[in-house]
């Protein structure tokens, strides 16, 4: 047995080494937020994965990580927790192949989003001044950037202020609000191009 559990070991190390510059660059791009890390590990395991399995994962409070969300402080993990928590990830057989592209869409979708919000945050800043930050108003923009069908459709109620990360009952953000949640949920298909012409529309209306 312990010479099995040897070769588990080594199997692990190997894609780990492998994988090191692809966990530290998702680790620096991402800021260790553990929302990114659930993401990335809900598609390795190729499900949704609640928020206390990402806390066991990585080794971390459950108490400890609501009370941060709570506090308005979301919690990051280490790079060292990541890799810990990718490492225990590794089943006997696994591939090198199984992981690699996981990350390199995970690191695009982050490049990506760094791209537009480096050309389009004064745009958007001029929207949210614009509409004065009224929340309805935000998420007739974000519909509209939405893929289809969900293209246009309006939010179900309080959606928004759940994305923007403010009270249920505000009807209007504030610009950091407007510009992290922009940013949180940009995929690699939003380009600067994409959203340019949504935003130009409405800001013509």
């Given at each position: 047995i312990s010479g099995k559990m040897a070769d588990d070991d080594k199997t692990a190390e190997i894609?780990?080494?492998e994988l090191?510059?692809?966990i530290a660059k998702f680790h620096q791009l991402s800021k260790g937020g553990i929302e990114s890390i659930g993401l990335l590990f809900s598609e390795m395991a190729k499900q949704p994965l609640p928020p206390q399995v990402i806390c066991q994962i990585l080794g971390m409070n459950e108490e400890t990580v609501k009370s941060?969300?709570?506090a308005g402080t979301p919690p990051t993990a280490t790079e060292e927790q990541l890799v810990e928590a990718v490492k225990k990830s590794i089943d006997p057989g696994d591939t090198l192949d199984m992981y690699a592209p996981i990350f390199k869409r995970h690191i695009q979708r982050f490049e990506n989003a760094k791209?537009?919000?480096?050309?389009?945050t004064p745009t958007l800043t001029e929207f949210h001044g614009k509409v004065e930050g009224n929340v309805d108003?935000?998420?007739?923009f974000f519909v509209d950037l939405a893929p289809e069908p969900q293209k246009g459709q309006p939010m179900p109620p309080g959606m928004i202020n759940a994305l923007l990360r403010?009270?249920?009952?505000?009807?209007?953000c504030q610009v950091e609000d407007f510009l992290s949640c922009t940013e949180r949920n940009l995929d690699s298909s939003d380009t600067v191009e994409v959203i340019s012409t949504v935003l130009k529309k409405h800001l013509g209306q």
């Open positions: 894609i780990i080494s090191m510059p692809d941060s969300f709570e791209n537009v919000m480096d050309n389009l108003k935000i998420a007739a403010i009270e249920p009952s505000a009807t209007t």
